[in-house]
Every structure is written in C-alpha cells, then in structure tokens.
C-alpha cells in the first residue's frame, strides 16, 4: 500500500485539516472518488445498498473481503478501512483477531472498523496489539438495530450522553486511530471531538467532527429507499439512471439504436 494516506497520517490530523471520508463499495466507484477524499470506507452498508437487504446484519465476511478487493484494485491514495460485519468479533477477542487478520490478507487494506466502545474495547486492543490499525464506531450502531428495536439518535438523555463519553475513551484508549460518531446529538459529538485525542468522524454528528463521511451512493442521489435527513444529496443519479433507460428503451422500440457508426460492415472492421 505504499503511497496511501496512512492510518497514523490520518491520527495526526487532529485539529488540523477536517478529514473527507466517503463509502466506496466497487472498483468504478472507488476510481473516481480516491483523488478527492481521505479515506474510502468499504462499509457493512453494503449489504443494504448493493445487496438489497433490510440492514447491516445481511453482510457477510466474504462480502466484505470481495467489495474491499474491489475498491483496494480501484484506489492508489486514500486509505482504506474495510468494516467488520455483524458476527465476525463481538462474541470472542479470538474471533475478532481472526475476521480482522483475514480481512487485511485477503484485501490488503489499511484498517478495519469495529461497532461498539467500551463492550468491544478487548477486541479493538487485541487486533491493534497484533499490529492492525483499527477505526471504532460509536453512537448509533447499525449492527444493534435489532436489540435496539430500530434506529434511535443517542446523546438525548445525561445518562446516555455519558455512556458514549466512556465509549470514545475505552475506544482511544484501546488504541484506534480514530473513530466514526453516527446518529449522535450535536452538543454531544462535538464533546466528544474536545474529549478525545484522535480524530472522529461524524455521519449526523457534528460539524466540529474532526472529519465526515456518508453513504456515497446517498450523497450522489443512486439510494433508491429512503435517505436519512443527515444525507446531503450532492448529485440526483436516481434520475439521471430513469433519463437514460427510458431513453434507451425508446431507441431500441423505435429501432433508432443501433445507428450505423455502431455497426460492424464487411469493408471495414474498427472496433
Ligand atoms: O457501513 C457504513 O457505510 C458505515 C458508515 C455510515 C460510517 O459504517
Ligand atoms: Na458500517
């Protein structure tokens, strides 16, 4: 990976220059997004985006591991993190270090990323000490969406606010370079960006986030259910898809496509 921005490169950004994180799933993707940002995060949201399942849990190592190949062939500067799916390291410290281990030999990426704070803190340390850089993820947590009976904002309560101070300590403390700070109040996830020595990266966080990240496909306009009100939608592809299949489907009913420079004659054979 040499030539990439580096994990440790990204640590040293705190309160300096904001961080610019985006989802990268394929190999075009990751082509026309790696000059622009930072860090190309191949996201369990996958699952959901690509793959057409109701959340995160549908994601699987093997998913993960194809999608990261894909977006590692594709990129040449940002760094990249491949997210940890749902089953691959909350049960055991061993099960962490092995799904961690497999994801970096089989992808070659820069780091992977884990849900949770001070309940994942063993695993996070473990794979770090075995020289793995790790991303943490804390506030909502896609991968709970089913103990917590759906996706609830945190920070609201005092309670719960401190609950995610000691998260983004057990996370700094274990030794992750960073952290993503998802679906958190404002005050609160710019308290935590005071609080801590790494960067965090908000996704409905806060502007004072060290850095931020989106769903690509949700920032391009491509999402095709509903987008939550944290996304900005920078382009409208879902559009832009509709403009050109009805287009084509036109062309080819009317028999305006294929047009003769499409064609192959017997005199002359260009592709
Ligand atoms: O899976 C994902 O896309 C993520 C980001 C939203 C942070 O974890
Ligand atoms: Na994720």
Do not use: W
């Amino acid at each position: 990976a040499a030539g990439r921005i580096t994990p440790a490169a990204l640590l040293a950004r705190k309160g300096k220059e904001p961080i610019v994180c985006l989802t990268a799933y394929t190999y075009p993707i990751a082509r026309l997004l790696d000059p622009h940002v930072d860090l190309l995060l191949v996201g369990d949201s996958v699952a959901m985006v690509l793959h057409g399942h109701p959340n995160t849990l549908g994601a699987t190592m093997d998913m993960m591991v194809a999608h990261g190949q894909a977006v590692m062939r594709g990129s040449s500067r940002a760094c990249v993190v491949v997210d940890m799916p749902a089953g691959s390291y909350e049960d055991t410290v061993e099960n962490a270090v092995a799904s961690a281990s497999r994801i970096m030999r089989e992808t070659g990426c820069d780091a992977v990323k884990l849900e949770g704070g001070v309940a994942i803190a063993a695993q996070i340390a473990a794979i770090v000490a075995i020289g793995i850089p790790v991303m943490g993820h804390i506030g909502l947590l896609p991968q709970s969406v089913e103990k917590e009976g759906g996706y609830k904002i945190k920070g609201r309560s005092e309670a719960n606010a401190e609950a995610l101070y000691a998260d983004a300590r057990a996370v700094e403390a274990s030794g992750a370079f960073s952290v993503v700070i998802e679906g958190t109040v404002e005050p609160v996830a710019a308290e935590i960006t005071r609080r801590i020595r790494i960067p965090t990266v908000g996704i409905g966080a806060s502007p004072a986030c060290d850095g931020q990240v989106l769903v690509t496909d949700d920032a391009i306009g491509l999402t095709v259910d509903r987008v939550p009100k944290f996304v900005k939608e920078y382009a409208h592809l879902r559009d832009v898809v509709t403009d050109a299949a009805a287009a084509y489907a036109r062309d080819v009913r009317s028999r305006a496509f294929p047009g003769p420079e499409h064609l192959f004659s017997l005199t002359k054979d260009k592709a």
